[in-house]
């Protein structure tokens, strides 16, 4: 079965060191999302993209916080300088383009900052 | 954007039934009430999505009210790999989901 692929599984940094998380979404799948989850908290949408157009990316903090997804397939999040408060799992979702709306999730990548 | 209400907790005994409720008073005409669950340092799990009718899958069963405000989910015969958290989440027509804070489901042997 066809899985939405992120890594690293993990990544421990110092604050104002730059990190970057990678996102290979189910093949054919047109709109990609990533989330910050916080500890005790559910997911908060952070971008959203239709092939490599971003749709939406009203709650990415735009100074540190960028987002690609150049040919329209995997994604990459990057965030510079990270802060303490960056500390959360990131997750990126999938879905095809149809009336199911599933969003496929993939593991996440847990973030620690220092 | 339509928001969802649930308890924080709940525990439910090993073989019996264990239903979820969900408060979505704002819901529109037009927007799905979809149920995903997390385990413990994984993605969150798809389990199943209405609009209007009740639905049932092979993992859970899913009741909507009448006047929609309300759904609640029913995992039939819960097992302890049911552990999670439980998340009710309204599908807005931008195709995005916004996640509350959930209910931790603990299935007790």
């Known amino acids: 079965e066809a899985e939405v692929a992120q890594s690293p599984r993990y990544k421990i940094t110092e604050k104002s060191q730059a990190v970057a998380f990678w996102c290979d979404p189910i093949?054919?799948?047109?709109?990609l999302y990533w989330y910050r989850q916080i500890l005790g908290q559910g997911p908060e949408l952070l971008v959203q993209?239709?092939?490599?157009?971003?749709?939406?990316d009203s709650q990415l903090p735009k100074d540190r916080f960028s987002a690609e997804r150049l040919k329209g397939v995997d994604s990459t999040l990057k965030i510079q300088p990270a802060e303490l408060g960056d500390s959360a799992m990131y997750l990126c979702?999938?879905?095809?383009?149809?009336?199911?709306?599933?969003?496929?999730f993939g593991p996440g990548t847990r973030l620690t900052v220092l | 954007d339509a928001k969802t209400t649930q308890p924080p907790s709940m525990d439910c005994a090993e073989g019996r039934a264990a239903n979820l409720p969900c408060n979505h008073s704002?819901?529109?005409?037009?927007?799905?009430v979809y149920w995903y669950r997390q385990i413990h340092s994984q993605g969150p799990q798809y389990i199943i999505h209405?609009?209007?009718n009740n639905e049932t899958n092979e993992m859970a069963s899913l009741i909507i009210t009448e006047d929609r405000k309300s759904s609640t989910l029913i995992l039939p015969h819960a097992t302890l790999r049911d552990t999670a958290v439980y998340y009710c989440?309204?599908?807005?027509?931008?195709?995005?989901?916004?996640f509350g804070t959930g209910t931790s489901l603990t299935v007790i042997p």
């Open positions: 979702a999938s879905k095809r383009e149809s009336n199911y709306n599933e969003q496929f």
């Open positions: 093949s054919g799948h047109a709109t």
């Open positions: 993209f239709q092939d490599e157009s971003v749709v939406d």
């Open positions: 704002t819901i529109s005409g037009n927007e799905y």
């Open positions: 209405g609009l209007k």
């Open positions: 989440i309204v599908l807005t027509t931008g195709n995005q989901f916004y």
